[in-house]
């Protein structure tokens, strides 16, 4: 009954800061968890709101996903400012309980893999990091074989009278999503008359503050792990620091940063 809820049952306080489970004795380990599991929640609604903007713009209501991508930016600006807390962790502080973390590391989050594919950066070697037949792995399959956000977006140019090749429009969205001259043509006529396609314009805009957002998180996520632990291996066996510095190329939504060169 609606009379009977309080605060803390109603956002399950009790489970939720019985969550925190830490290997070690050490001070700066629940720092880390509550980092990590502030990210996964946040990471839970960014699915959600994405989510959202998809089935909207999919079916060509295209201005009211503009809420729901302007909501994801702000959160992760949150995440991005989240690495700045972490940083307050020295060396010694992360060392002194490192090796209670043992195979595991933010490599492994289903979540956050779920994020790049709906938003179009699909690689399918990450499936192997989930569990058979666990939820994550059902998150991530189901992700990979849907289009993702920016399919969904191409396929609204022809709606508006934008040549777009049937390539980019029907193909395997399993696979990563290989640039077109062709789409990065007609997002070029979107910025060249932004009053023509106003819709359009500001979807595109919307996008693009996603991917610098993603990239800018990406950029903080390197200069923490550096400040922390140099240049040593990640927890999860990758490369470190040199792993997580080639993720800064990667753009979700690649025709509308190089269309920015010719207009």
């Not at 779920?114 to 990091?129: A, H, I, N, V």
């Amino acid at each position: 009954m609606a009379q009977d809820m309080t605060y803390a049952r109603y956002l399950a306080l009790d489970t939720l800061l019985a969550a925190q489970q830490s290997q070690s004795d050490r001070h700066d380990e629940l720092l880390f968890i509550v980092i990590h599991q502030t990210k996964e929640l946040w990471l839970k609604e960014i699915i959600h709101e994405v989510g959202l903007a998809k089935g909207l713009i999919a079916a060509g209501d295209v201005e009211p996903a503009y809420k729901a991508l302007a909501r994801v930016s702000r959160i992760q600006t949150v995440m991005t400012l989240s690495w700045d807390i972490l940083a307050t962790m020295t060396p010694a502080d992360y060392l002194s309980f490192r090796g209670s973390l043992g195979t595991s590391s933010g490599f492994q989050s289903a979540q956050f893999r779920t994020l790049e594919y709906m938003l179009g950066l699909k690689d399918q070697s990450f499936l192997k990091f989930q569990e058979e037949g666990s939820d994550g792995l059902a998150l991530l399959q189901a992700a990979l074989a849907a289009p993702s956000l920016y399919d969904v977006a191409i396929a609204q140019l022809p709606r508006h009278g934008l040549t777009v090749p049937d390539s980019a429009l029907h193909r395997d969205f399993t696979q990563a999503y290989v640039p077109s001259e062709e789409v990065e043509a007609a997002w070029l006529e979107v910025y060249r008359d932004p009053q023509r396609y106003w819709e359009l314009y500001q979807l595109a805009e919307k996008l693009v503050d996603l991917d610098d957002a993603l990239v800018t998180w990406r950029h903080k996520h390197v200069l923490t792990v550096e400040r922390i632990i140099g240049g040593r291996p990640g927890t999860g066996g990758t490369d470190g620091i040199g792993y997580l510095a080639s993720t800064l190329r990667r753009r979700a939504f690649p025709e509308l940063w190089t269309l920015r060169g010719k207009l």
